[in-house]
């Protein structure tokens, strides 16, 4: 009887074992299995971002010949302007011509000049899409402000347009001069170009020591429903 009952135990405890390799033997397999499907995952992701990387080099390599293009075309289509421009204060420094070819130099002097900021527009969004960092420094805002709207009046002229200006408050900001010039000049330029001739452009510079503010008033016709 002690013979069987050792021999039973002896089967119980094979079994247990048997047993519980069994399930050692499944979770191993599952283990695996995972890993399996990690290391899948893994080559899925690492092909992902090799691809990524690849596109991400193009898309630089692209945007860099953009910006090279861009730039060599904005500079060959400014000079010939720069060289009417300075053609034409030549002619304007004639003592010898009469008031309505006077007004007619200077309305060319400013078609010109328009020209020569539209281009220089081109030049500054491109800059603005490859990151420019603003440089900051104090700037004479007010003196700034009066000889960008001086530079517009022949602009202006041409459509018998009349600008006036106000600057109130601090006479310098710290702030980025190039910004703000290109600021000032969109603004006005299309205050000008969406006016109705004989009307009038009004431009106000208030500085305080927090904030620069720039306000542009026209006669336009201003934004339909549509708009």
Do not use: C
């Amino acid at each position: 009887q002690a013979l069987a009952a050792a021999a039973l135990g002896l089967a119980l405890l094979l079994v247990l074992l048997w047993l519980d390799r069994r399930r050692r033997l499944a979770i191993n397999r599952n283990l695996r299995n995972q890993n399996d499907i990690i290391r899948a995952h893994e080559k899925t992701i690492a092909q992902s971002n090799a691809a990524l990387k690849q596109q991400n080099n193009e898309l630089t390599s692209l945007s860099m010949e953009k910006s090279m293009l861009m730039s060599f075309v904005a500079h060959d289509l400014k000079a010939p302007f720069d060289r009417i421009f300075g053609l034409l204060t030549l002619v304007e420094a004639d003592k010898n011509l009469n008031t309505q070819q006077t007004e007619f130099v200077l309305h060319a002097k400013g078609i010109t000049r328009s020209s020569v900021n539209l281009i220089t527009d081109l030049l500054e969004v491109n800059a603005l899409e490859n990151n420019r960092n603003p440089t900051l420094a104090q700037v004479a805002v007010q003196s700034l402000f009066q000889q960008k709207t001086a530079s517009l009046i022949p602009l202006a002229d041409a459509k018998f347009i009349k600008i006036t200006q106000q600057a109130v408050g601090l006479t310098h900001f710290f702030t980025d001069e190039d910004y703000l010039v290109r600021m000032i000049d969109n603004l006005m330029t299309n205050a000008i170009k969406f006016s109705t001739p004989g009307t009038q452009v009004h431009t106000q510079l208030e500085v305080t020591p927090d904030a620069l503010t720039l306000v542009v008033k026209d006669q336009g016709p201003g934004f339909t429903n549509e708009d």
